[in-house]
């Protein structure tokens, strides 16, 4: 009895989720240390952004990071001209996709920098936008090192078919991932 105890802990599900818990738990008390004052933006950044293997972590925080940044910039800059209108506000849905586009990102980037423009753009403000934009980008910047932190000190084992990849295929993958990261 005590034996099956013991695998249904070993499962994927509850690493996964041990593993998401204690990693948003981390960037909430992070971003509360450093006095954000919507801390709870950083752990929501850290579970989009927390993956099955660290390739895809990364893949998916670059996107989060650019868009975001995006958006902000975006949203500060016009909040500062402009009354939040929703004509105002979907010229610059529009606009976000074109400066996305034109700094190479995908759809995710478009879509969390949509995200983080309304939340600038579009929420009551008591402080300057550029305050809300720095704020939002420091939230999110926490999520998605924490979340990359975790990726690399506990990472998920990767369920690959056998039929599909090597061992040796594997390793070489792994290896050269890390040594991308380490360059940066």
């Not at 940044?69 to 606009?95: I, N, Q, Y």
């Not at 995710?108 to 936008?129: K, Q, W």
Request: charged letters at 15%.
């Amino acid at each position: 009895m005590a034996s099956n105890r013991i695998k249904w802990l070993r499962r994927p599900v509850v690493i996964h989720s041990a593993r998401t818990g204690v990693a948003t738990l981390a960037s909430f008390l992070l971003a509360r240390l450093v006095r954000l004052p919507e801390a709870y933006w950083a752990p929501i950044t850290t579970i989009v952004i927390t993956q099955s293997s660290l390739g895809a972590a990364w893949q998916v925080s670059w996107q989060r990071f650019v868009g975001s940044l995006v958006g902000a910039m975006l949203g500060a800059v016009v909040a500062t001209l402009f009354e939040p209108r929703a004509l105002v506000f979907g010229v610059c849905v529009f606009v976000l996709g074109l400066l996305c586009a034109a700094v190479r990102t995908d759809h995710n980037a478009y879509r969390f920098g949509g995200v983080t423009l309304a939340i600038v753009l579009l929420l009551p403000r008591v402080r300057s936008p550029w305050i809300t934009a720095f704020h939002r980008s420091a939230e999110v910047s926490i999520g998605i090192a924490v979340a990359l932190i975790f990726a690399l000190l506990w990472p998920e084992k990767e369920e690959i078919p056998a039929s599909t990849t090597t061992p040796r295929q594997l390793t070489t993958k792994k290896n050269k991932l890390r040594n991308a990261l380490t360059g940066f």
